[in-house]
């Protein structure tokens, strides 16, 4: 098992090389309670989702704290010649459709995070949020499944400022440099729902504790208090994948 800062393998080191100048030109990124962060052993990082920028600023984040961001991946990208051998290399997960656990089997895929020791990161809302003013919105079970899984940790995490970087479906803004403040929270109370058969209504149960923590991490970063009712795109006839109209 490799954690912590032994991690920073060659391969991290070449990658770190061009996203950490890349996104230190762009903006400061601030790093609050990151000793939160496990320094060893697997976990789920669950994070708020509104800007394509996203998994870089969350990548950046997990580099300063000393854990290296694994991504679930589509498993065709490892079969394309030099990014699947980068993939490889990095360890990261791969799985059938990516941003879930399904299509694959969910409990190999959670062997190899374990095994592994890895720090994997699975966006709740599994798409960029459609709350016009970027709360997030309800979650999916992808994160809290593969928490419940493989029996590790998972760590809700809010982030806000990429939306001046690369605004929701927008455009880059280069200039001037951004802030972007990151918050990590305590791991998710899932005690409740460990080693019980899941289904639909534990799922959704969890990952609603785990959208309120991030939601709570995310009303202390903006200093102002989320809608009572977190946004529903069903609700709302969105489609929730792919471009949409946020006004």
Known sequence: MTTGHSEKTAIWRLLASLVIPLMGALSKITILDG???????????APNHYSEIDPLVVGVAMWKVGRMPRFLAKASLFKIPVLGAIMR?????????????????????ARQITEHGLAVIIYPEGSLTRDPNYWPM???????????????PIIPMAHWGAQLVLPR?????????????????????LSAYRGKPTNTALLADATNLVMNDITALLEDLRGEKAPAERWDPTAMHQSETGHFDGA
């Open 169 to 189: 479906y927008g455009r880059l803004s280069l200039f001037p440099r951004k802030k972007i403040v990151v918050k990590y929270g305590d791991p998710v109370d």
């Open 138 to 152: 309800r979650g999916k079970f992808g994160a809290v499944r593969m928490a419940l899984d493989a029996d590790i």
């Open 35 to 45: 000793e939160k962060v496990p320094a060893t052993g697997a976990f789920v990082l």
């Open 89 to 109: 290399a990095s360890k990261q997960v791969p799985v059938e459709r990516a941003g879930t656990v399904r299509g694959a089997d969910p409990l190999a895929t």
